[in-house]
């Protein structure tokens, strides 16, 4: 099957700016969740969504960042405007199971970078 | 809320055996704990499961005392390739199902 895709695979836009990455899911996962890894290794919870509901948006940072998943299928997260603490690399990942309870399958990260 | 604490980095040689210890507090009850690898330039990847006492895949074994505040992942006879970062990863209380990493630990293997 095919893996957690998403793209872009990085991105550099100046203070200000708007940015959108995007995730498509494995086929067939209702659960879809977003992590950011920002200074070093920590890996911070975004947001987590059951088909195209929004089960847990307690890790977004402030009303710049917004997630969509419109029809329960990709995913989009957009920054606007982006700040400079913004950068970082933004993951994605799928399940089929809520909980903790099937494996999460990761994509590759998004690698932000606000100049 | 769910805390979760890991070592941040340990050292090893090649053939050796591996324990990496995460310990977590206010975890849910009803979830599994899970581990991930992750190398450079990738997302996690799934490494062990589990929910109580032991677990063995063929790649690594995970304990699970009683009282599940911690969780250990041991990685018989590590290699070259198993430097990387490993994460634990549990289910914080409450209602919702967020997921929660522990802090990392860096595992870095010597010739």
């Known amino acids: 099957e095919a893996g957690v895709t998403q793209f872009p695979s990085h991105s550099v836009i100046e203070k200000g700016q708007t940015v959108t990455l995007r995730c498509d899911p494995i086929?067939?996962?209702?659960?879809l969740y977003w992590y950011r890894r920002v200074m070093g290794k920590e890996i911070k919870f975004l947001l987590h969504f059951v088909k195209e509901s929004k089960q847990d948006e307690s890790g977004m940072p402030n009303n710049r960042f917004l997630a969509e998943r419109t029809g329960g299928t990709y995913s989009t997260l957009k920054v606007q405007p982006a700040e400079l603490e913004d950068s970082g690399v933004y993951f994605c990942a799928s399940s089929q199971d809520g909980r903790n309870n099937s494996p999460l399958h990761f994509g590759n990260g998004t690698r932000l970078t606000v100049t | 809320l769910a805390k979760t604490t890991q070592p941040i980095s340990m050292d090893s040689y090649e053939g050796q055996e591996v324990n990496i210890t995460c310990s977590h507090n206010?975890?849910?009850?009803?979830?599994?704990i899970t581990w991930y690898q992750q190398f450079p330039s990738q997302g996690p990847r799934f490494i062990i499961q589990?929910?109580?006492t032991k677990v063995t895949n063929e790649v690594a074994s995970l304990f699970i005392p009683a009282d599940r505040k911690s969780s250990t992942l041991s990685l018989p006879r590590v290699s070259l390739s198993d430097t990387a970062v490993y994460y634990c990863?549990?289910?914080?209380?409450?209602?919702?199902?967020?997921?929660?990493f522990g802090t990392g630990t860096l595992l870095a293997v010597q010739p």
């Open positions: 990863l549990v289910g914080d209380t409450g209602a919702t199902n967020k997921l929660i």
């Open positions: 206010n975890i849910a009850t009803n979830d599994y």
């Open positions: 589990g929910y109580k």
């Open positions: 086929s067939g996962h209702d659960n």
